[in-house]
T-cell receptor, first 113, second 111 residues
Framework: EAQVTQNPRYLITVTGKKLTVTCSQN?????MSWYRQDPGLGLRQIYY???????DKGDVPEGYKVSRKEKRNFPLILESPSPNQTSLYFC????????????FGPGTRLTVL | DQQVKQNSPSLSVQEGRISILNCDYT??????FLWYKKYPAEGPTFLIS?????DKNEDGRFTVFLNKSAKHLSLHIVPSQPGDSAVYFC??????????FGKGTKLTVNP
């Protein structure tokens, strides 16, 4: 089954404790992206990757890091989480850039205390 | 600056009637538009798209209309069903540029 998986689905952590949210896709997509969804703000892009070892900032990259060492994986790293990063996070992938429909993961609900 | 606007946070319609969700954009470079549907506790799923070379695209009960001169697109759902109740996001992009999403419209279809 073609899918984007994220782990964990739910996470409660404390300020400053480094965490990683994993994202994996099995569709051989070149393009992967991370979004956060906040009430009243819709979906905002954090980082994206056009291909292996190619990453770039989205609209709200502050406080986040990403890496793309393999085509299928695109982890989101919060080196020192803060309460304003409490949000619902989605990973997405598509065959080639935003011009194609993006497939979204199920989401990771993160709470930073 | 909000480039993609969905001015109605919510919409309620009766089952069997038409649902019309609206979206406005400001960037004249956008040439590809998509609608996504999102249920609670799930990721958004692609619904339908339209290229700027067209003014209408249909897929079953879903039709998207594009008015380039007004920088406006709309999603029509006919007939609406209770299972259509979800948040609908409008998104736009130009080739090689990232998708820009609207804030979403929550559709409730009442039985």
């Amino acid at each position: 089954e073609a899918q984007v998986t994220q782990n964990p689905r739910y996470l409660i952590t404390v300020t400053g404790k480094k965490l990683t949210v994993t994202c994996s896709q099995n569709m051989n997509h070149e393009y992967m992206s991370w979004y956060r969804q906040d009430p009243g703000l819709g979906l905002r892009q954090i980082y994206y990757s056009m291909n292996v070892e190619v990453t770039d900032k989205g609209d709200v990259p502050e406080g986040y890091k990403v890496s793309r060492k393999e085509k299928r994986n695109f982890p989101l790293i919060l080196e020192s989480p803060s309460p304003n990063q409490t949000s619902l996070y989605f990973c997405a992938s598509s065959y080639r850039g935003d011009y194609n429909e993006q497939f979204f993961g199920p989401g990771t609900r993160l709470t930073v205390l | 600056d909000q480039q993609v606007k969905q001015n109605s946070p919510s919409l309620s319609v009766q089952e069997g009637r038409i649902s019309i969700l609206n979206c406005d954009y400001t960037n004249s470079m956008f040439d590809y538009f998509l609608w996504y549907k999102k249920y609670p506790a799930e990721g958004p799923t692609f619904l339908i798209s339209i290229s700027s070379i067209k003014d209408k695209n249909e897929d079953g009960r879903f039709t998207v209309f594009l008015n380039k001169s007004a920088k406006h697109l709309s999603l029509h759902i006919v007939p609406s069903q209770p299972g259509d109740s979800a948040v609908y996001f409008c998104a736009a992009s130009s080739y090689s540029e990232k998708l820009v999403f609207g804030k979403g419209t929550k559709l409730t279809v009442n039985p």
